[in-house]
């Protein structure tokens, strides 16, 4: 939008004092004509930008400017700073800084509504992370390695367009470059990424649905009761929504839900050890039996 680009183009002067039209039309993808309209409005706004030609000239802002605080409303501050201090805390992007210099233009603090952390991730997870940001910001051609559920190995050349975060892993959003497909990998499956010179179009690739990859065929659903024992009434309200969980007279939970029947939902059966009972269907409770019998003669 084109406000948008307006208020950015005065970030951008407030940063670096001094930008050509080419540099700013390179950045928004627009025309050095567009640019010029751009700093038309802005000076019609009353903000004092002005331009230099020849050698070292550019587009400025008069030294003595400062982003007066009157230009958003209450709220629209309030938004603004509540944006900035979310991507903050998600990114190492210049957030940080830029919301301190506008919480004082403000004099305001940012509420710190959010606040993640990813210091449990391994250091290479960490690296991926940032890989892939730089190549979705930069537009830029990534290739990793990626393995299958099955272990299966390949090697992909991708155009990544968004990180994603669901179900307690982090994904990447991206459209293959030898599938010729949107696809969506998980990055704890991902290895060796590098971010090649390689760049890419600005499309509308979030537009297009990633398709199911091989290893993510849609398995069918089977109703689940499980008992679990109070010992594990913490994770009992962690993973299951207040709905599903029955309280039973001797301080255990039944718990009924709906999953895929596959190896994700033997496991996190499993997972509670001694703690959770199949009380149907009699199929699955069959099925976490040998499981168990499995388990126990490796380690008998």
């Not at 990813?118 to 910001?137: E, P, Q, R, V």
């Not at 029947?261 to 997972?271: K, N, P, Q, R």
């Not at 009380?279 to 019998?293: G, L, M, N």
Request: net charge neutral; hydrophobic share 40%.
């Amino acid at each position: 939008m084109k406000i948008n680009r307006l208020l950015e183009i005065v970030y951008i002067l407030l940063r670096q004092k001094i930008v050509t039209a080419r540099e700013l039309a390179e950045r928004f993808e627009v025309s050095q004509r567009t640019i010029y309209r751009d700093i038309d409005t802005l000076s019609l706004s009353g903000i004092p930008v002005y331009t230099e030609k020849g050698k070292g000239g550019g587009i400025s802002l008069l030294p003595e400017f400062v982003l007066s605080k009157s230009i958003f409303s209450e709220g629209e501050q309030k938004e603004i700073l509540s944006a900035l201090q979310g991507m903050a805390s998600t990114t190492n992007m210049e957030s940080d800084h830029v919301l301190k210099k506008l919480s004082a233009i403000f004099n305001k603090s940012a509420a710190n509504w959010l606040e993640i952390d990813f210091s449990d991730w391994s250091y290479s997870n960490g690296d991926l992370f940032s890989g892939f940001k730089t190549a979705i910001l930069e537009r830029r051609v990534a290739e990793f390695d990626y393995y299958s559920t099955f272990g299966e190995k390949t090697h992909r050349k991708a155009e990544p367009v968004q990180l994603w975060f669901k179900s307690k892993a982090w994904y990447v959003k991206a459209f293959c470059l030898d599938r010729q497909d949107m696809r969506l990998f998980k990055l704890s499956r991902v290895k060796n990424l590098t971010v090649s010179d390689v760049f890419f179009p600005d499309r509308d690739l979030l537009a297009i649905s990633p398709a199911p990859a091989p290893d993510r065929v849609k398995r069918p659903d089977v109703s689940l009761e499980l008992k679990i024992a109070p010992e594990m009434a913490h994770r009992v309200y962690e993973e299951f929504r207040e709905d599903l969980i029955e309280a039973l007279p001797d301080g255990s939970y039944l718990v009924t839900v709906t999953w895929p029947e596959d190896e994700w939902a033997y496991g996190t059966i499993l997972s509670f050890g001694e703690h959770a009972e199949v009380i149907k269907p009699d199929h699955i409770r069959e099925t976490i039996r040998e499981k168990a019998r499995k388990v126990l003669r490796k380690h008998s």
